[in-house]
C-alpha cells in the first residue's frame, strides 16, 4: 500500500516539473519577452548640395509646400487675370518742380513718349456709375491713367474717389467747382482758391495727399494761375489728343475720334472724361482697339504727393456741414433687414 501510494506520488511530481518546463519554453508568453539587440546598417548619407544650388527632389517624396529661394515682397501684386490685356509697357516718375507742362496742345518741350505709346487721362470725377464702369474697364485690361477730380464732386463721393486710388491710379485735381481760371473776372486770389480748396477737397476725400499734377478745366490756361503753379512744383497738364467725349451722341463716336487722331499721331496723352457716361460705355472696346493696333500704355507718376495748404484744408472741414469721408464702410452703417 505504502510502495502504491509513494510511486503515486513520485508520478505527480514528475508531471508537475514536466509542465513547468513546457510553460516556460513553448508556451505562447515566451514571445513576450524583449527582442535581442541587433545590428542596423549604417543611414545612406546625403549626397553633398552645391553651394546655392538646392537638393535634388526625391521621385518618391510628394512636395506639399515649397518655400521660394527670394522672400516674396507683400508689396508684390498677383499677375494679370487676363493674358492678352493692354496692360502698362512702362511707368514715368514726374519730378515737378517748377511747374513743368505736358501735352502738345499747349506744351512743346516734354516730348518723353515714344511712338505708339499714349497715356490715358479722365476729368471731372468722380461720378456714380460712370466712374465705376471707367475703373471696370482699366481693371479688366489691367492698365493704368491719370484722373483730374473736380473738387465738389470729390465731396460728393469720396469713396468713389478712393476706388480710383486703390485701383493704383494717379489721382491730381481740376479746380474746386471747376472754374474757368482765365477770364477777366477770375482775379489771382479766386484762381489760387480754386487750386488750392480743389486740392485739399481731393487729400480730404481719399484720406491721404493727391499728386501734383493739375489740369485747367477747358484746358484755359492762364498765366498768373500758371506761374502760381509752378511756385507750387505742379506739374501741369493739357493733351495730345481731345476725345471731345462731352459731345459725342455715343460711344462709338468717342472710339473713332480717338483713333483717327491716334492713328494720325502717333502718340499722346488723351483726354477723355469719367464724368461721362458715352465714355464708360466706350472704354472698353477703345482698349481693345488701342491693344490691337499696337499701342501701348504709359503711367505717369509724381515723384512726390503735393502738400496742400493748412488753411485750406481747415477752412473746407469747416464749411462741410457732414463729413466728408466716413471712417466706417456703408455696411457697418446701413445694414439691410429684409426684402
Aim: with cysteine.
Amino acid at each position: 500500500m505504502r510502495n502504491a501510494l509513494g510511486l503515486m506520488l513520485a508520478s505527480v511530481g514528475a508531471a508537475a516539473v514536466i509542465a513547468a518546463v513546457w510553460f516556460w519554453t513553448s508556451s505562447p508568453r515566451v514571445e513576450l519577452a524583449a527582442p535581442g539587440t541587433v545590428s542596423a546598417p549604417l543611414a545612406e548619407r546625403l549626397a553633398a548640395a552645391t553651394p546655392g544650388k538646392p537638393l535634388a527632389a526625391r521621385d518618391d517624396v510628394a512636395t506639399t509646400a515649397a518655400i521660394p529661394e527670394k522672400p516674396i515682397a507683400p508689396s508684390q501684386k498677383s499677375a494679370c487675370a487676363n493674358p492678352d490685356a493692354l496692360g502698362v509697357a512702362r511707368v514715368v516718375v514726374i519730378d515737378t518742380t517748377g511747374g513743368p507742362g505736358f501735352g502738345f496742345e499747349h506744351f512743346k518741350q516734354l516730348d518723353f513718349l515714344a511712338d505708339k505709346e499714349v497715356v490715358l487721362t479722365f476729368d471731372d470725377g468722380p461720378w456714380p456709375g460712370n466712374t465705376p464702369a471707367v475703373l471696370k474697364a482699366l481693371d479688366d485690361e489691367c492698365t493704368k491713367a491719370v484722373f483730374f477730380p473736380i473738387g465738389k464732386h470729390a465731396t460728393y463721393h469720396p469713396e468713389i474717389l478712393k476706388q480710383v486710388a486703390a485701383a493704383g491710379h494717379t489721382v491730381g485735381a481740376h479746380t474746386w467747382s471747376h472754374a474757368n481760371l482765365n477770364t477777366k473776372k477770375m482775379t489771382e486770389q479766386l484762381a489760387k482758391d480754386e487750386i488750392e480748396k480743389g486740392y485739399s477737397a481731393v487729400k480730404l476725400a481719399l484720406g491721404a495727399a493727391p499728386s501734383p499734377f493739375f489740369r485747367f478745366p477747358e484746358l484755359q490756361h492762364g498765366p498768373a494761375a500758371m506761374a502760381y503753379l509752378a511756385s507750387r512744383n505742379v506739374a501741369i497738364f493739357s493733351c495730345d489728343l481731345d476725345s471731345f467725349d462731352f459731345r459725342a451722341k455715343n460711344p462709338e463716336q468717342i472710339i473713332n475720334t480717338v483713333m483717327t487722331k491716334l492713328d494720325k499721331q502717333g502718340k499722346g496723352i488723351i483726354l477723355m472724361h469719367d464724368f461721362q457716361k458715352h465714355t464708360a460705355e466706350a472704354l472698353p472696346v477703345l482698349l481693345r482697339r488701342l491693344k490691337a493696333g499696337g499701342y501701348k500704355v504709359v503711367q505717369m507718376k509724381a515723384k512726390a504727393p503735393l502738400q496742400t495748404l493748412a488753411e485750406y484744408d481747415e477752412a473746407l472741414i469747416k464749411d462741410m456741414k457732414v463729413p466728408v469721408a466716413s471712417t466706417r464702410p456703408v455696411s457697418s452703417v446701413v445694414q439691410t433687414v429684409s426684402e
